[in-house]
């Protein structure tokens, strides 16, 4: 592996030898007055070996810590004679890059007190840390830093930088005395995460990530302002280009099925496979999104005359930049891409490893269609070696993250995404309460749709909730043997367990997802404690009540605080397809922005318009000439043919 | 100040003697080979002393370091003779207790690997960790933890403290082997942050934060329930009752007043002090609130006939809970009051310390108001000791957090909010672009409403682009003229300087908000150009154009990516007020939920009610017996009187 440096920080940790180079700001604490013994330690502790074996361990698997002497404040080190291989240096920075060539080191990491590379001076407008560094680049950067160090000591790194690269040793130039970062700094590095700046010999062939991001801003915001007919054509071609191209597409595909088999589960294989079946539908599933695309951007919503000659408009505009991440299924792409220019966002894609050729292809298509109105840009695949945990934290570049995938994918995204919204939900716990005055006909027929029609959709019922006068009456048993014929494993709530002298399993939690054919049963005494029950275990997804009293079942409706409330309904209409919303973007359970199924005006937001002649606020103040006016004014009806 | 323990957790920065007592689990390794000692040293760093000299300064001090060896694994370490007060124990957990209270100790910290007490065995549904435990309650609880320890060792450890208590002696049990915290564990819990468990004898009068944002949920769930005209009453009653109790009001602000002469700055003072007048001008804004509030919860914004008999409606309902964290200002609390009352919310109101008892006040007369339709809990006003940061965390109880304050206030929530949507914006870099074709007039008065009316609002014109062919124009001069008599100091942008002869600063950053009379002027050479610039240096708040030629404007306003973009019109306008919106909740730049000027809308979401009678969807399966209808119904129009 040695002479050629690593060309992306995924293949760091293939590092077999690792110099780790420790700047003073780093081994000496804040206040001049002695070793940062803590910070130090833990350091070392990275490779989990106590302070007195460090030294003889490391150089054993020759990775040499170098103590930087030539500018801290306690005294030199006495060569200790019993540790051959540790150095005491002055001149740190060329040494240490010597130092790893010579070892035929696969990986210098630099620490010190400064975050790594800036594109431009500190301060500035625009700096920001350079994540990879090619050699080639040098004339066109400042090297500026954000901290004490000068240019001076800056550019001395990057010049060792250089020359170990030349050697053939990768460098990560990164801060080691971040209090929050520096216990697992030289983890985060060799796993890959982006910390400091990475040199590079390699220049990948396509563009990074950052500037994928740049290019689905720009290209989204041209998207927008095509006409919606041209966004429709931009769709009906994508969707052409699937069924003509199906060969290429189906090839491409079953490379990725050849890499998988024997890696991937059964049913992960028939997710990650296309036919041409599943390509007419997805055709015909474009087409859909394509009508429904019409009236979507720059709709008026409300219009006011605030004064004569000063109107006010609110249209709907694009978000902006979302990234969708999904797993496994390679038909994901063009469905969201529709999606995207449908409502002229621009657009982030992350696909899985296992589906990398399908999604190429796709993607190359997707770009075809966009380039008839010229706004190819706007739909980016970001490359599989990017980390999603990366992603989730470019929050001046991405507007709305949209996880398609299991709720285990959500909820991680959900935890890294600090800072960008993230559309979705990560359970769906769906109640059912079947009151007193429930229909003894309807109660089975919903029951069954609810749970059994197909048990791993989110919207498939996990909880049902007895009214307790109901318990030993024909209904009840009814349920009992419907359930028992269907296969339903049940888990009975403490409530209903003390009611039953043979009890089934009692739950482990009420707030549990099943997505099987398992069902909790819980008793009730009333309505409101069904409704307790709901905001107590529930996730506001969707909770159902069935009865034939209107005032109870109004009651319900008013007051369970969910997404979906329904009445004498299955909890499997909650939907964006059965609510009559066409495309379906998602189902979000949050209570900021769209909430329940989620159409493509859950792509949308407004911006304000205001016309006027050369209005100014100090006219209208009390002793201007000028009053407000604020009337509402008619909304033009577009042309939707 | 011995012979008591601390009541709150805010107090601990005043313990004199601390005895810190670590477990087995933080001073041994996760592999059990031996002392963790990068976190035992960056544990006894927290104290800024290095390793060699600690144990002989810690004791000086009296804080005393105890190192545990009845369970570890490694060797009990060798008595050191010259470390008189170093203890190494077996029966640790009473003896760490037994010495602090015999040292007079202030505060005992216990750091093991259990993250503190919970309320339910660990792993069950309800399992929360409890943040101050009072002797009172130990009957109650269950002493479930999360990690390896048993209930064994963790009931030890609560006797030990309870009988520290007893003694005096504050206590805080938490985890010392997180590698993320670890590090500064010690100085969190001194600085009085929400870390493991607070053991106080004293018992607070009023509820805790967690009790008051259950009651602000229920409360909230209630009110929005009420008819509208009730929701109008309350706010009419809060309204009254700001006249009628005026006297005591101002007596209260009297307090705050006398209590801050002194110690805040005199723009601080007059932002603090309430009058007969500001009271009166608050009450009006307040039924116009109730006005407003008709027509927000319960709104019917689409209704579809999904089959027959089956019908789907999207209603407006209240957001949930609101957390608003204002400064100074103590009229801001009965106005916020009012919006969340207005839109059906359960609202946490976090004052700021310098007006305490002003918003203690006029809280007690929100919750009177309140009372006539029995929600009194529906507000409730956080007591000034809960730490900003900690609320921030409490993303299980709120739901959208609105600061209202400074652009400081904003960043510092919006970085603390992880996980918690913020309304708002931190910035307002508004920009006005003349164009080629504007109209002379037009410009001067334009630019001084927008610059000069009022500077430091937000949406107030920090950046004016001009078009080069006006450069050396009588406009030109007549802006320069105008701003010179208006004391407007002028920031030159780079290409703005480089065109002058003389030219005044130049700017040290494009994304600047003044905030005052002073204006960055920079020029470009295109309307594209402009709305480059917008995007790149501006936040995205308000735009404009000025030009009498109409494809330009057009052009301008469609491309401009801002929540506000204007043609001819000053940047003032940016205001909920203004937009005849009603009671403005604020400006958000956010491009999720509200956009621009917000009015009660911003504080509500959307619900699903589905009305069925035994509707499921098997029977719209393709072989099934149902076809879906998906009409469009007509929108009830709600009696607004």
Request: contains cysteine; proline residues 4%.
């Amino acid at each position: 592996m040695h002479g050629k440096s690593f060309a992306h920080r995924s293949e760091l940790k293939h590092a077999k030898r690792i110099v780790v180079k420790l700047g003073s700001a780093v081994v000496t604490r804040g206040d001049e007055c002695g070793l940062a013994l803590g910070r130090l330690a833990s350091i070392v502790e990275q490779k989990r070996r106590n302070l007195n074996g460090t030294l003889h361990e490391l150089l054993r698997m020759n990775i040499v810590p170098i103590v930087n002497t030539n500018d801290a404040v306690v005294p030199p080190a006495e060569p200790n004679s019993d540790l051959q291989g540790v150095i005491s240096v002055k001149d740190n920075d060329s040494l240490a890059a010597r130092l790893a060539v010579e070892m035929k080191t696969d990986l210098l990491i630099v620490l010190s007190d400064v975050e790594g590379l800036f594109d431009s001076p500190p301060g500035s407008d625009d700096a920001k840390l350079i994540d990879i560094f090619y050699p080639g680049d040098q004339q066109s950067v400042t090297f500026g830093t954000k901290s004490r160090v000068g240019m001076g000591g800056m550019e001395a790194k990057v010049k060792a930088a250089l020359w170990a690269l030349q050697g053939g040793t990768s460098v990560v130039i990164a801060n080691g005395t971040h209090p929050k970062v520096s216990g697992h700094v030289i983890t985060d590095i060799v796993e890959g995460k982006k910390v400091g700046t990475f040199f590079s010999e390699v220049k990948p062939a396509g563009p990074t990530v950052e500037q994928q991001g740049e290019m689905a801003r720009s290209g989204g915001r041209l998207l927008a302002t095509l006409e919606p007919e041209q966004r429709a054509e931009i769709i009906h071609h994508l969707a052409d280009l699937l069924t003509d191209q199906r060969d290429e597409i189906l090839l491409a595909n079953k490379k990725d099925l050849e890499e998988a088999e024997g890696r991937l589960a059964a049913p992960l294989l028939k997710r990650l496979s296309l036919s041409t079946s599943k390509l007419n539908s997805l055709a015909i599933g474009l087409r859909q999104i394509a009508a429904s695309s019409q009236d979507s951007v720059g709709r008026v919503l409300r219009r006011t005359r605030i004064a004569k000659d000063l109107e006010l408009e609110q249209v709907t505009v694009p978000i902006g930049v979302l990234l969708v991440i999904f797993e496994s299924r390679p038909d994901c792409l063009p469905q969201v891409a529709a999606l995207a220019i449908a409502s002229g966002n621009g657009l982030l894609l992350k696909g899985g490893k296992e589906a990398s050729h399908s999604n190429r292809i796709l993607h190359l298509l997707t770009q075809e269609a966009l380039s008839i109105h010229g706004v190819k840009e706007a739909v980016q695949l970001v490359n599989t070696r990017e980390e999603v945990e990366d992603l989730c934290r470019l929050d001046k570049m991405i507007d709305l993250i949209i996880p398609r995938g299991s709720s285990q994918l959500v909820r991680n995204i959900q935890k890294a995404a600090k800072g960008i919204p993230v559309m979705g939900h990560s359970e769906g716990i769906c109640h059912m309460y079947v009151d007193s005055e429930a229909s003894v006909d309807k109660v089975t027929r919903l029951v069954r749709d609810s749970k059994c029609e197909y048990p791993a959709a989110c919207n498939a019922l996990e909880t049902l909730l007895i009214h307790r006068d109901l318990l030993r009456t024909p209904l009840f048993d009814q349920i009992i043997d419907m359930l028992r014929v269907e296969q339903v494993k049940i888990h009975a709530g403490p409530k209903f367990a003390s009611y039953l002298t043979f009890s089934p399993s009692e739950v482990k939690s009420l707030r549990t997802e099943y997505g099987d054919l398992e069902l909790c049963i819980e008793v009730v005494d009333s309505v409101q404690e069904a409704i307790d029950h709901i905001h107590k275990y529930g996730s506001s997804h969707t909770d159902v009540i069935v009865t034939e009293n209107e005032k109870t079942a109004e009651f319900f409706l008013q007051h369970v605080d969910s997404a979906c409330v329904f009445w004498n309904a299955s909890t499997r209409f909650s939907d964006g397809y059965r609510f009559g919303l066409g495309a379906e973007v998602g189902i979000s359970t949050s209570r900021i922005h769209a909430r329940g199924p989620v159409g493509l005006e859950g792509l949308l937001t407004t911006k304000w318009l205001l016309r006027g002649q050369d209005h100014v606020v100090s006219d209208f103040s009390e002793h201007g000439s000028l009053k407000y006016l604020h009337e509402s004014l008619p909304i033009p009806q577009r042309n939707t043919n």
